[in-house]
């Protein structure tokens, strides 16, 4: 493994996170918006009313220039497997490509069909007919994110799945088990959810600046009457999920649990940081101190539903614990490189048609695989396997902060709203306004959580990150970066400043 180029790995990870990050900012107001979108036109279709019209055909004038712009950001992403993870998408086999050859046929056919109607079909088509168009653009804009969550998932607890050791490639046996792993299912949910979230409060902020203008004030309590309803439902699915989320990280990843509360050492009835920081340790370096607030017993509960349940912490992962039961990582390492070496004596041995040594290394492989990914941090240090903990632990905590304050905000509005007294709390809609961005970096929190929380890791367990990419020049990683960053960039500046004229044009 000394012969790895790191800086290969590290330029293309942050290539892969930039237009992740990127694309992760125009994604969750098109899925967010799709459905906003079909609940006005419900309201307009059962009430007859020409004031939702208007206001829909606004908010749907904002969803165009978004949707337009993120589709850019997401093929670029779908390339990057075949170019800067090449290595990945073979080993991966037919399981990666299944779901996003779905999404390309069925989602992106359904948004594309319908849309069109959406955008287009005013007058020419039945009031009944458009509104199952705008619902139908809704479902096929959130079945794009099922497929490509229900791959994430896959990569974060792989199932429905055995490795052909003739082929060298993960492969299918059972489709059901891929797209309902209980990960993906979570991932899903909570991930749509919190783009529900943010589309609420991207609608929340346009409305509360209109009434800080006293301009449209009617359409903008309206809309925003509609977005935090729908905000509040989104954010209570936020929260399930993420208990949910929580359980399946300590079952099927419990370093990164560790991480996201900088737990080093294990304990029974574990405390949950409600608010913290993390130092380095003076007597570690390898360790990070965490300060703050805890609520005694609740990460037990959260993780297992058992105040006494013991979590397991950065240290019993890497050293073990033997009274849980736990390996430590060198034994997963010692374990990882007997499959890697039974791995290449099987095909030697089948090769040289010794059948009978191929059957026997065949079996050895089977039964030490689940440790394959292992193998490759033989002669390393374990401690590489610890993921940034720092980053992970306030990605995480800051995260849940903004998710309980956007609840709260939420909440606030609606009941102001029924009181009719909400023109006069300026000071709340200066609040509303500036919590837009808040959700945003909440989004990108979320996703930094789960996928820096999971490093080194591909595929958990199964590959790691300095295995799986292409070999290819650094250079060429390098310049791509730069040249990704300057037209997401440029992208962003011209959704920006397009959004901001369409909404001082105003309904």
């Known amino acids: 493994m000394d012969t790895i180029n790191w800086a290969l790995v590290d330029w293309s990870r942050a290539q892969f996170a930039l237009t992740a990050l990127y694309h992760w900012i125009f994604v969750p107001l098109t899925l967010g918006l799709s459905f906003i979108l079909a609940i006005l036109e419900t309201i307009y279709v059962k009430t007859g009313n020409e004031k939702w019209l208007q206001i829909e055909k606004f908010w749907m004038k904002l969803f165009g220039i978004n949707f337009a ?50 955008f287009f079909g005013w007058n020419k088509v039945s009031r009944k007919t458009h509104l199952l168009a705008t619902w139908l653009t809704a479902i096929g804009t959130n079945l794009s994110a099922l497929w490509i969550l229900v791959a994430n998932g896959w990569m974060q607890n792989p199932a429905g799945m055995s490795f052909n050791p003739d082929t060298m490639r993960n492969e299918m046996h059972n489709f059901l088990d891929v797209l309902f792993n209980p990960v993906a299912v979570n991932k899903f949910i909570h991930t749509v959810s919190s783009a529900y979230t943010f589309a609420a409060l991207f609608v929340v902020a346009v409305s509360a600046w209109y009434l800080l203008r006293n301009r449209h004030t009617e359409q903008a309590k309206y809309s925003m009457l509609v977005a935090s309803a729908f905000g509040i439902v989104a954010i209570l699915m936020n929260l399930f999920t993420g208990d949910g989320s929580a359980k399946q990280v300590a079952k099927y990843q419990p370093m990164k649990l560790a991480a996201m509360e900088g737990l ?74 007997i499959a890697i070496d039974a791995l290449a004596a099987y095909k030697k041995a089948k090769k040289a048609g010794n059948t009978q040594e191929a ?94 929380g999971r490093q080194p890791w591909v595929i958990q367990d199964l590959m790691p990150n300095m295995v799986a990419v292409s070999h290819i020049e650094t250079s060429s990683v390098m310049i791509t970066f730069f040249l990704f960053l300057i037209t997401f960039t440029a992208l962003l500046i011209a959704e920006i400043k397009i959004m901001t004229n369409a909404i001082k044009k105003g309904f």
Not at 304 to 323: S, Y
Not at 439 to 448: C, K, R
Request: avoid cysteine; charged fraction near 20%; glycine fraction near 10%.
């Open 264 to 337: 080093y050492e294990g304990r029974s009835g574990a405390p949950l940081i409600a608010f913290g920081i993390a130092t380095q340790s003076k007597e570690n370096p390898r360790k990070q101190d965490i300060h703050g607030i805890e609520i005694p017993n609740f990460l037990s509960i959260l993780a297992f539903n058992d105040p006494d349940a013991f979590v397991p912490g950065i240290k019993d992962l890497v050293h073990g614990n033997k009274e849980h039961g736990i390996p430590s990582y060198r034994e997963r390492i010692e374990s990882g490189k």
């Open 69 to 118: 712009i993120g589709v850019a950001t997401g093929i670029i992403l779908e390339f990057e497997f075949g170019t800067n993870w090449s290595n990945y998408s073979w080993f991966v086999g037919d399981i990666f490509g299944a779901p996003l050859a779905i999404e390309g046929i069925m989602a992106f056919f359904m948004e594309s069909t319908f849309i069109a109607i959406m």
């Open 359 to 452: 059957k026997k290394q065949l079996a050895l492989f089977k039964e030490h695989f689940k440790d394959f990914g292992y193998g490759y941090y033989y002669g390393r240090d374990p401690h590489e396997l610890i993921p940034p903990v720092a980053i992970t632990f306030y990605s995480f905590h800051l995260m849940v902060i903004f998710g309980t304050w956007f609840l709260i905000l939420f909440i606030w509005l609606y009941a102001e709203l029924f009181r009719n007294k909400l023109e006069n709390k300026k000071w709340l809609l200066r609040l509303a306004v500036i919590s837009f961005p808040l959700g945003f970096l909440a989004q990108e929190f979320g996703w930094i959580t789960a996928e820096v």
